[in-house]
């Protein structure tokens, strides 16, 4: 499914999409020297807090929308460098492998848990956090509409159960391992801002497949029934991530 990419609008809730890559750096395990990957860099700037901690190492940040790298040269430093390439397709070996809120556009995640642990060096560690936020009123609204109303194919996730995670670890090798569901709590203005935090993200899949008038359509019924079933003003927006670290020994 194709995707489009807003880096103002994606970083209009920069901070509340920045608490769990915090939470996902504290597992961090700090070495000099590493050679490490991050895997759906975006705009870069994360990237450039990530090897900031890493002393000593080359660090690489891949993404594949143009849009979002064309920010990433600010962040650009020795050791540290951005290329545009899909995310499953990533070769060499790795000491680190880092995801922030990336992996979930990927499909098959067997398979690519799979190739990702085998571009783990021995010792290496695999850091990943994706949304799981998909049962969400919030998400159901904007693929039933992207169905009932235009046709457009509901977007399918691909990521799997927490617990699911876990087995692929272990069948995967890996001794030492956690997987956390978390929910991150947001209090918004009202249900528009989430339509707002939702073009950022969600609605990537949807709107560029829609004329321009369309996509006006689309929005007003989304604003209008989000509305209509959260009226609270401010609103609270319970939002679940899953967080995952491992190390191949």
Wanted: glycine share 4%.
């Amino acid at each position: 499914m194709s995707v489009s990419w807003d880096p103002d609008q994606y970083h209009r809730f920069k901070q509340q999409r920045a608490a769990p890559f915090r939470d996902l750096k504290r597992w961090l395990k700090v070495r000099p020297g590493l050679n490490a990957v991050d895997l759906g860099c975006g705009t870069g700037e994360l990237t450039r807090q990530l090897a900031d901690l890493l002393p000593d190492s080359q660090v690489l940040g891949i993404d594949t929308s143009a849009e979002m790298l064309s920010q990433s040269q600010a962040f650009e430093r020795p050791g540290l460098s951005f290329r545009q390439q899909n995310l499953a397709d990533v070769e060499g070996q790795f000491d680190l492998i880092f995801s922030h809120a990336a992996l979930h556009w990927v499909e098959n995640h067997p398979w690519l848990f799979a190739r990702l642990w085998d571009r783990l060096l021995p010792g290496g560690q695999l850091l990943v956090q994706m949304p799981h936020n998909f049962d969400h009123l919030s998400h159901r609204l904007a693929a039933d509409i992207a169905h009932t109303h235009f046709d457009l194919r509901s977007r399918v996730t691909e990521v799997l159960a927490p617990e699911d995670y876990a087995d692929l670890l272990y069948h995967l090798g890996a001794q030492e391992f956690e997987v956390v569901l978390k929910v991150y709590p947001h209090v918004m203005t009202d249900a528009q801002a989430i339509v707002e935090w939702t073009r950022g993200t969600l609605l990537t899949a949807y709107l560029p497949q829609l004329s321009p008038t369309q996509q006006s359509e689309f929005l007003a019924i989304y604003s209008r029934r989000l509305g209509e079933q959260m009226p609270e003003k401010p609103v609270f927006y319970a939002f679940k991530r899953l967080l995952l670290q491992a190390v191949k020994l």
